[in-house]
């Protein structure tokens, strides 16, 4: 089934606090049921500001993170400790506060060359999820967000790889006049890879992003015009009121 085909589902809550902590809820939730059918579980989640207050929830609850192996869906090609790094926040808001083994973090090494980290990080997915050459992996859960142009990941409007389905990460220069130089060159998960995830949760709050959302859930679909449009057969965006703006309804 095309999961572009499918209507979206959408839950609405007051706060984004209260969206977040759903979200986190629900990751954990999939992550339990996941390492219970298959051993291991996998999660590829996203940067910036949005999925923080989610992080800093699940580290709070009781959850046993063996056998959790945990990805980014896309990175800034600077430094682990640079204050524009998605590892950096992501460490810092979830990882410091859980007992996880290192060999069970996945990091874009955004210190390095784009394209050199993009093969590394090909290179560990697969050897990881032990992926066959040309096969795709399939993450069990895919956190994700949006921004306010509709982007998501680091497949920006108007990305000529948001076309590529054959390959699961690549180098990426958003060259574009709002971003600011320092976060133009990063590594991202590719459309083929999002589109297989078994379960994709989409957080977006704020209502900086309720026009672009209108777009992406009932406008016309065009992945180069709103790559956010990119989905799997089980998408579920978490939202806050702001985000939701008007029009939108829970379903």
């Known amino acids: 089934m095309d999961p572009q085909s499918l209507s979206p589902k959408l839950l609405t809550f007051d706060t984004p606090l209260a969206a977040a902590e759903a979200c986190g809820d629900r990751t954990l939730e999939l992550l ?27 580290r709070q609850r009781s959850f046993n993170w063996t056998s959790v192996h945990i990805f980014q869906v896309d990175e800034r090609c600077v430094p682990p400790d640079h204050e524009l790094s998605n590892f950096r926040m992501i460490k810092a808001s979830l990882l410091d506060g859980i007992e996880i083994d290192a060999t069970q973090i996945h990091r874009i090494q ?21 992926c066959a050459s040309g096969q795709l992996p399939i993450f069990d859960v895919i956190q994700r967000g949006m921004g306010p142009d509709g982007h998501t990941a680091s497949l920006f409007p108007g990305e000529p790889l948001i076309s590529n389905r054959t390959e699961i990460a690549a180098a990426v220069d958003v ?24 379960h994709t949760l989409n957080l977006v709050t704020g209502p900086d992003k309720a026009e672009a959302l209108q777009k992406v859930l009932h406008g016309q679909r065009d992945l180069f015009a709103f790559p956010a449009q990119i989905a799997s057969p089980d998408t579920v965006w978490y939202l806050d009121k702001a985000a939701r703006g008007a029009g939108l309804g829970e379903r």
């Open 110 to 130: 955004g210190e390095l060359q784009p394209e050199q980290a993009a093969r590394l990080y090909v290179e560990e997915i697969r050897r990881t999820l032990k």
């Open 32 to 58: 339990d049921n996941a390492r219970r059918q298959h051993g291991i579980a996998t999660l590829a989640v996203s940067g910036g500001n949005t999925p923080k207050l989610m992080f800093q929830h699940m």
């Open 175 to 198: 060259n574009k006049p709002y971003i600011d130089k320092t976060m133009r060159h990063r590594v991202t998960l590719l459309a083929g890879v999002l589109e297989r995830g078994r």
